[in-house]
């Protein structure tokens, strides 16, 4: 008898039909002897028409508030897959996260988990109930509602089977595992047995959002073993796992992520002296904007050109402060760009394998694009381009790559 922690996500639990396919799944696991916890997210869609509301009031609506709204979305479909649980005879109960209580900081609309107080669920399990829990939300120190960020139901899930110590936690969702690029841009794009925790933190900060980059950091940090599976075909799905395999047969890149979330700005001109790069940044970063690529090229009349990208969201505030900063320090102009994409190729097989960037930018040369900015790290490389050939650059790149399924075998 395993104790398995359940989590299903938007689109699984999308209509009262689908609650009760979710129902008779997790009958099927009661029926075998295991112990389940189930987290859920909101129906489909439902979160976005939440935020939607509050921006019909306020443009930055505030962060308590947008909270208590946006959690409640969770707390219908705990209590929808309860009933559907109760009706085929399967004893229920639901929790918010304030019920169960999971503990995070007060950091609205990003909130961390702090710490799980499981025993409620032990004691419900202990009696025989399937226990179903608000992904997404928590309470902070004073009681007030906090939500984890978008996509956060994969991290309750991960935190609820660490602080449960479950067999295993599985993420349940509208594709049958992590594949090596979005299938739904990339047709021949492969499902992947298994993918590290390294691997995985990267594709998830790189943009692909089938799991919450939090969820990977808990699950490595914990050690909680990891499946991604579809909610309503069978399959092995995807395990995410700690150890490399033999890096003789490991393929050298394992996926390719990208985002369209982010933008550029050129300050351009500034006198190159000691401390320009602080002078350029300190003001961005005392203004809370996260600063992704940097570089910084040196022109002849001792002048300099330095560009960073910032998150979309952050463009206009940081066009704004960098306008500011030229004035001061007595630079040419600065330019931004929100018509960027970042692309990145993820595997642990780069560390023993040289030329990989090369054979990145030569596929990309062959479609004509242009590389406006390049950064790298052990096991990934980063360009950014501009967003009209994000597909064609993924799909070159997959192919360059072979990673591209045979023929007749994709999805
Ligand atoms: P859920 O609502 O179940 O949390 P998400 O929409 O958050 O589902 O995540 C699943 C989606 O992630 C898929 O529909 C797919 O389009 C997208 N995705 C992006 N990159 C990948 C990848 N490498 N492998 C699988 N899915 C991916
Ligand atoms: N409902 C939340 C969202 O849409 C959390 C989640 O689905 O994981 O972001
Ligand atoms: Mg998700």
Known sequence: MALIVQKFGGTSVGSVERIEQVAAKVKKFRDNGDDIVVVVSAMSGETNRLIDLARQISD??????????????????????????????????????????????????KARILQIDAQNIRRDLEAGRVVVVAGFQGVDDQGNITTLGRGGSDTTGVALAAALKADECQIYTDVDGVYTTDPRVVAKAQRLDRITFEEMLEMASLGSKVLQIRAVEFAGKYSVPLRVLHSFQEGPGTLITLDEEDSMEQPIISGIAFNRDEAKLTIRGVPDTPGVAFKILGPISSANVEVDMIVQNVAHDNTTDFTFTVHRNDYQNGLQILESTAREIGAREVIGDTDIAKVSIVGVGMRSHAGVASRMFEALAKENINIQMISTSEIKVSVVIEEKYLELAVRALHTAFELDAPAGTAE
């Open 60 to 109: 930055q609506p505030v962060p308590r508030e947008l909270d208590v709204m946006v959690s409640t979305g969770e707390q219908v479909t705990i209590a929808l897959l309860a009933m559907a649980l109760i009706k085929v005879g399967v004893p229920a109960v639901s929790y918010t996260g304030n019920q169960v209580r999971i503990h995070t900081d007060s950091a609205h609309g």
